[in-house]
């Protein structure tokens, strides 16, 4: 295997996220029905977590790795009544095609599977919109780290996407991503003995290992009229946190109604920290907006 290969899996990749299994406890709170759609040739297969009333829906996107669909996750989102579509990724699991990283030797950052993910993700919310009734809240996309790129591109596409709620997705390029990540190396004291100053250089000049067509989300961010939430954790060893939040105000200076909090004491599994607070801030952010679109309308 590639150095850099194995590299982006451990950068992009947080095997919480995965979580396979639903929430027993709570079962009577939503139903379960396992689905498959159509994308770019393929059949994917995943499974629609149903509240008993709906006031908003959602797909769940991978970060990387051979990730499933993430029962878990939708069982939390579920039970606060957000109807939500997992589904397992092209080339692993009951989903069909071929599944591009590290595992199997191939860059997952690369332009062209950056796109095709995004084209799945858009097919999920399209099979998801066929299964909500017809009053069923704003519509979004919530993903995880290398969802950052791939989130904006299937919203860019999809039209039905109201929301999108990012866990320390990255708001710079995937070469720049690369930089930051060579640089701090995963070491737990990195920001111990380095300055911001010292990173912001380093990702914004390091000369490239490797070479790719390079994906920019700001490119479908600044095409985009959705609104959407960023969480970042202030010790992300894996993406240059403060550049990405640059990067985020700078759309916001340009009417984008893009929000983000920053969690300081947390690193790039902000979605699942033992407080539970980025999660929740998600959800309470999710209630939210239910109620702007209820007022807008």
Known sequence: MKPYLLLLFWCLSVSSFAQTAPDSTYRSDFTMEDVSFKSVGVTLAGTIFKPKVTYAALVLVHGSGQEKRMAGVASLLARNGIAVLTYDKRGVGKSGGVYAGPEVGTNNIDSLNLNLLGLDASAAVN????????????????????????????????????????????????????????????????????????????????????????????????????????????????????????????????????????????????????SQEPFNTAIRWIKTIIWVDLIEK
Not at 137 to 151: E, R, T, Y
Not at 154 to 176: D, H, W
Request: hydrophobic fraction near 40%; glycine fraction near 8%; charge should be negative.
């Open 127 to 274: 099979a998801l919109l066929a299964h909500l009734p017809a009053k069923h809240g704003p519509l979004g996309l919530m993903g995880f780290s290398q969802a950052g790129w791939i989130i904006p591109l299937a919203a860019k596409n999809n039209r039905n996407v109201n929301f999108m709620v990012l866990f320390s997705g990255p708001i710079v390029t995937t070469l720049e991503q690369l930089r930051f990540q060579f640089y701090t190396e995963g070491n737990s004291n990195f920001w111990e003995t380095h300055t911001e100053a010292e990173a912001r250089e380093h990702t914004r000049n390091d000369p490239d290992r490797y070479q790719f067509v390079d994906t920019d989300p700001c490119d479908a961010l600044i095409a985009l009229s959705v609104r959407g939430l960023w969480l970042f954790g202030g010790k992300d060893l894996q993406i240059p946190v403060v550049l990405s939040i640059e990067n985020l105000n700078a759309l916001r200076a340009q009417g984008k109604a893009y929000e983000y909090k920053l969690f300081p004491e947390l690193g790039h599994n902000t979605a699942f920290s033992k």
